[in-house]
Structures are given as C-alpha cells and as structure tokens.
C-alpha cells in the first residue's frame, strides 16, 4: 500500500468512528429526551423524539455504505478488519435503541392523556441506568476500553432484575383495581423498552471486547478480574 493510500485509508477508518460515536450520541439523546417527555408531560417533546428517528435510520445507512465500500477496496486485515465488521453490527443496535427512544415517546403521547396512577410507579431509576450503562458503552467505544466495555456486561443484570421488579408492582396495580389497566400497559411497555435498550447495550458493550481483544463473549459468562 502506497504512502498516499494508507493516509486515505486511516481518513476513512477516522470517518467511521466519528460516524459512529454521533450515532451513538444521538441515540443516547433521543433516548433521554424521550424519558423527560414522559416525565414532564411533554407532547411536543415527544413528538419530536418520534420524528427525529428518521436520522437515526439514515445514520445506519450512510455507515452501511461506508464500512461496506472500505471492505471492497481496502481489503482490511486485522484489527482493521474486526473494527469493520463490529461496525457493521454496533450500527443495528445503535438503530434498534432509537427506534425504542421513539417507541418511548409514543407510549409518552398515550399517558400524557391519562390521570396518573396512584401509588406512582418510579421508571427513574430504570431509565437512569439504562441511559448510564449506555453512555458507559459509547465511552468504552471510543476509548478502546475492553475493561470499562465488560463492566457494561456485567451491568446489565441488574437492569434486567429492577425491570421485574417494576413489572410486578404494575401487574399488582391491576390486581387491585382492573380498570387501571390502561395505564398499566403503555408503563410496562416503557419498561420493556428500556430493559430492550438494556440488551442492546450489552451487544455493543460485547462488541466493543470484540473489536480490542479479538475475544467474542457472547453468551459466556463474564469472570471478574481480581
């Protein structure tokens, strides 16, 4: 490979993850800007949450387009090559989070409509880790942390055990009185949305191991350090 097409190609690779860090920065908005448009009630917000997904999808697209054309004429090998084929994938998590921010704002738009349920259900905590092990994924991402990228992993547990938690106490809020069950839903729908997010995150998380260590983790259990 000449000087010059080895300049043109490290350009390239830069290119792919600068695109890919704003995708995943802007997933990581859409998705907080959907939980302040259920929290405060906000149509508008969350609406805007809804049509701002178009970018996101055309995000995935353009890396698409590029990861696959610096395949075919750079024929990477390598490291070079697994951070290419991890991009391939990190994308469609990233894609499929901001389609569950949108999915967030619509269920926002239904209760905006509805009284509140009493005793009030707290997502707070659940979408605050959702959103914090997310930008801990994004972090290890551009910082090649295979470490910080495995606490990710390992985090996602604990998503998983406060989303069945809440589960019960909405289907307990049914059990006492049915006719609340149409506020029941569009919540355990949220929570199922951010424990989705919660899944998607560990993929890039493991994808991110994938792309410093050359070490595919998924499905195997993670072993602290000592």
């Known amino acids: 490979m000449t000087a010059h097409t ?23 908005r859409q998705l907080a800007l959907a939980m302040r448009a259920l929290a405060d009630k906000d149509d508008d917000l969350a609406r805007d949450v809804v049509k701002n997904d178009a970018q996101i999808d055309r995000d995935e697209n353009e890396i698409d387009e590029l990861a696959l054309q610096i395949l075919a004429t750079r024929q990477p090998v390598a490291s070079d090559l697994r951070f290419i084929t991890m991009a391939l994938k990190f994308v469609v998590d990233l894609e499929r989070i901001g389609d569950l921010a949108g999915g967030i704002a619509k269920r926002a738009l239904e209760l905006n409509r509805l009284p509140s349920l009493e005793p009030r259900i707290d997502l707070t905590k ?11 994924a994004l972090d290890a991402f551009v910082r090649r942390d295979a470490d910080g ?23 307990a809020h049914v059990a006492t009185d049915p006719a609340t069950v149409t506020r029941v839903l569009p919540l355990t729908s949220v929570c199922r949305y951010l424990e989705r997010v919660g899944d998607h995150t560990k993929n890039l998380a493991e994808e991110v191991v994938y792309m410093v260590k050359a070490t595919d983790v998924r499905h195997r259990p993670i072993i602290p350090a000592n």
Request: aromatic share 4%; glycine share 2%.
């Open 149 to 171: 990228a495995t606490a990710v992993i390992t985090a996602d547990a604990e998503i998983d055990k406060l989303n069945a938690s809440l589960f019960a106490e909405l289907i």
């Open 6 to 28: 080895s300049k043109d190609f490290e350009q390239e690779l830069r290119t792919l993850r600068e695109r890919l860090a704003t995708m995943g920065e802007r997933a990581a």
């Open 126 to 136: 659940l979408a605050t880790l959702a959103q914090k092990n997310l930008q801990a």
